[in-house]
């Protein structure tokens, strides 16, 4: 039969499946190692544990100065992310629905933060906002995280229109609807997916940015990973583990609803 699976092809297939876990376990295991450091009754960032404390999630939770580093996190991370996915819906639309020349070129500029590397985007950020008095602000670190994320936002979007049907578009202009309505009723639900989806990679990458909150933020704006970083070079402590596991874990959080946004986002295509 032509389509049996030979002994070489079966062989081949082991192969496969081994390099892909071996890559995979590579990948994550360093990752996954600092979660049981977090649980450490020792002092020290060391193997083997030396008993099984919660002692640093409770140093974390308790403690004014981590606090107020989520509290900024989550206020840069959330803004960022609304401002990101407003402009990065806008953005996707406009090239979706205009011709013109130099399409493709705005399109690669606008992924452009994505590619910069952060050290240069960053230090080019300092300057432009030093005339404005942007640095040390929520305000000035909002729009750099923003930019930063937009890009995520503009992929999502552009994947969820390019199974659009424009005819819908049509229709609903032929029936007398404004275009405001239009884009309120028709186009927006339809693109909603992806635009979510979109907001939840810029606040990952807001909430895990650290280059940039080094050289514009100030003092009053240290975010977590901010945090971090100084803990790291000033005062090695399994709070730091504690601090990462539970990041860690927000990010798996992300990553599942990330995929079930995909999942609805390819059922409302299916019914189309």
Known sequence: MSGAVTTTEKAWRVV????SIAGFVFLVAPILAIVPLSFNGGQFLTY??????LRWYEDFFFSGTWMFSIRNSLIIG????FLASFLGALAAI?????????KRFIGA?????MIVPIVIYSVGLYFYFAPWNLTASFAGLILAHAVLGTPFVVITVSATLSGFDRTLIRAGLGLGA??????????FPLIA?????????AFSVSLEEVITVLLIGGPNQRTLPREMFSGIRENISPTIAAAATIMIALAILLLVSAELLRRRSMRLQAKR
Not at 16 to 19: C, D, G, I, P
Not at 48 to 53: C, T
Not at 178 to 187: L, M
Request: aromatic share 12%.
């Open 94 to 102: 406009g090239l979706w629905l205009a011709e013109f020349p130099g």
């Open 48 to 53: 083997p544990l030396r008993g099984l404390s």
């Open 178 to 187: 404004s275009p405001i309505r239009v884009a309120r009723s028709i186009v």
């Open 193 to 201: 997916p992806g635009v979510i989806f979109g907001g939840l990679f």
């Open 16 to 19: 496969l499946y081994v390099v």
């Open 78 to 81: 959330v803004a960022a992310a």
């Open 109 to 113: 500029f606008l992924l452009a933060p």
